[in-house]
C-alpha cells in the first residue's frame, strides 16, 4: 500500500547535537512539506519542496535543514540552531503544490531534547 | 500576512449537529481545507471548498463565503469516534504550502 513514512517514531536528542529526521513516501507525489506541531499551536510550516531539488522556507525555518535529491525523499535536519526543538513533527506530501486533493501526513516524529 | 480563526474548544452530545467555525486573512485565497487528527495521531484531509457554498460527504459537510472569509466545518450525528481535532487550512498563494489554524478540539460525550 502508498502511504508516506516517518522515522524514528520518537527522537532523544542531547543539546548541541543535529539531527535528522526521516521521511519517505511511494504515493509518486511531487510537493513534499514538513510541519511543527506544538500544543495549541497547531501545525507551523517549516520547508516545503514542490520539486526535486528545490525547496522553499515556510514560516519557522531558522535551525532547520532540508534536502530534496529524490521525489521519495525530504529529510529535515534539526540543527543545533533551533533554540526549542521539542516538539512533535509531522511530514506531508500532495500530488502537486496546490494540494487541492489534500495533503497525506506520516504519523510523525516526537523529538525531545533531554 | 496570513492568518486563521478558530474556536479552540467545542463540546457536544453523540447524535448532535455541531458547526466549527473558520475565518481567514490572506493576500490571495486558493481554497479552505479541513483536516481531523484524532490525538496523538496524523492529520487526514476532509474536505476543500475553492467555490461558494456547501461541499457534503456523508456526514460532514463544509460550507465557503469567499466574500466574507468565513467558513465552517459541520459535523451532523455525532459518534464518540468524531473527538479529535479539526483544523481549517488555507493557500493563500499559487505554489505554496498550506497554513493551517490552532485547531479546535472536539469532544462529543455519551
Known amino acids: 500500500d502508498g502511504g508516506i513514512t516517518q522515522s524514528p517514531k520518537y527522537l532523544f536528542r542531547k543539546e548541541g547535537q543535529n539531527v535528522t529526521l526521516s521521511c519517505e513516501q511511494n504515493l509518486n507525489h511531487d510537493a513534499m512539506y514538513w510541519y511543527r506541531q506544538d500544543p495549541g499551536q497547531g501545525l507551523r510550516l517549516i520547508y516545503y519542496?514542490?520539486?526535486?531539488?528545490?525547496?522553499q522556507k515556510g514560516d519557522i525555518a531558522e535551525g532547520y535543514s532540508v534536502s530534496r535529491e529524490k521525489k521519495e525523499s525530504f529529510p529535515l535536519t534539526v540543527t543545533s540552531a533551533q533554540k526549542n526543538p521539542t516538539a512533535f513533527y509531522l511530514c506531508?506530501?500532495?500530488?502537486?503544490?496546490?494540494?487541492?486533493?489534500?495533503?497525506?501526513f506520516g504519523s510523525g516524529t516526537r523529538l525531545t531534547v533531554v | 500576512g496570513q492568518s486563521l480563526e478558530q474556536p479552540s474548544e467545542v463540546t457536544a452530545v453523540e447524535g448532535a449537529i455541531v458547526q466549527i467555525n473558520c475565518t481567514y486573512q490572506t493576500s490571495g485565497f486558493y481554497g479552505l481545507s479541513w483536516y481531523q487528527q484524532h490525538d496523538g495521531g496524523a492529520p487526514t484531509f476532509l474536505s476543500y471548498n475553492a467555490l461558494d457554498g456547501l461541499e457534503e460527504t456523508g456526514r460532514f459537510s463544509s460550507f465557503l463565503s469567499r466574500s466574507d472569509s468565513y467558513g465552517y466545518l459541520l459535523l451532523q450525528e455525532l459518534q464518540m469516534k468524531d473527538s479529535a481535532s479539526y483544523f481549517c487550512a488555507v493557500r493563500g498563494q499559487a505554489g505554496t504550502a498550506l497554513i493551517f489554524g490552532k485547531g479546535t478540539t472536539l469532544s462529543v460525550s455519551s
Open positions: 519542496s514542490q520539486i526535486v531539488n528545490d525547496f
Open positions: 506531508a506530501s500532495s500530488i502537486s503544490g496546490t494540494g487541492d486533493y489534500g495533503y497525506t
